[in-house]
């Protein structure tokens, strides 16, 4: 059943979140593309968020730490302005229903710019708090596709600290239902690897549950 049969007005709104430094010949952006594609048919109506970390991404230094540590009401404009590029970000995954992560594996973990957006959207008071219980996802109700791409380290591998450190860095947000797609061991035979990938896509997204809910 897609969005457009069941009446939805509101589109599926995907963010994708490239971390490849390549821009053409990357694995990781073609398979992104291919979960995209498949939503796009799955549930027909769909809004679009391309955040591609090579543009660039805020880290974090003195003046974020400070503004960050500062409750709300009490910032003042430069507080503000050392987390304009952090908010926008906390922002847009909001506003996702579904978060697509293009995710190499670089030297056994994640490309440096895609830990810096873990960074910028790990925010106490907006995507996660504290409470007597411990730390508490304030992301509810999302779904997050990973495709993991490498040249030889298997994933979930013990050499392979970029998939648990996105599982874990998702969890902490609340984004607990996550899909890994493996794009592993690329240098051993890339063109079945990529068509398994591509199999497993199809797969799961044609067995995602229809959103009904979103047919309001
Ligand atoms: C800087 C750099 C470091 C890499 N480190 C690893 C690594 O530690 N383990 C591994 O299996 N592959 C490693 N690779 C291979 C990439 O994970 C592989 O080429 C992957 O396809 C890159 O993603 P992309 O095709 O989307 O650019 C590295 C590649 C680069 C460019």
């Given at each position: ?44 109506y769909i ?82 708090r504290y ?57 051993k035979a ?27």
């Open positions: 059943m897609t969005l457009e049969k069941t009446g939805a007005k509101n589109p599926l709104n995907i963010l994708e979140v490239s971390a490849s430094g390549r821009r053409s010949e990357s694995i990781s952006r073609g398979l992104t593309q291919d979960i995209i594609d498949a939503l796009e048919i799955r549930y027909g809004e679009l968020t391309r955040r591609n970390l090579g543009d660039g991404v805020p880290f974090v230094d003195e003046g974020w730490i400070a503004a960050n540590f500062t409750p709300d009401e009490e910032r003042t404009d430069e507080h503000r302005a050392a987390l304009t590029g952090s908010d926008a970000l906390v922002d847009e995954l909001r506003r996702a229903d579904v978060v697509v992560i293009g995710a190499p594996i670089y030297n056994f973990g994640v490309p440096a710019v895609l830990k810096a957006w873990v960074d910028m959207i790990a925010r106490a008071r907006l995507t996660f409470t007597a219980n411990g730390p508490e996802g304030l992301l509810k109700g999302k779904k997050a596709y990973i495709v993991v791409a490498s040249g030889g380290v298997p994933v979930d591998s013990p050499a392979d600290f970029a998939t648990p450190y996105l599982r874990q860095a998702l969890q902490f947000v609340g984004i607990s239902d996550v899909e890994i797609i493996a794009a592993d061991q690329l240098n890339a063109d079945d690897t990529i068509d398994a990938a591509r199999a497993r896509i199809a797969e799961i997204i044609h067995t995602a549950p229809a959103l009904d809910s979103r047919a309001a």
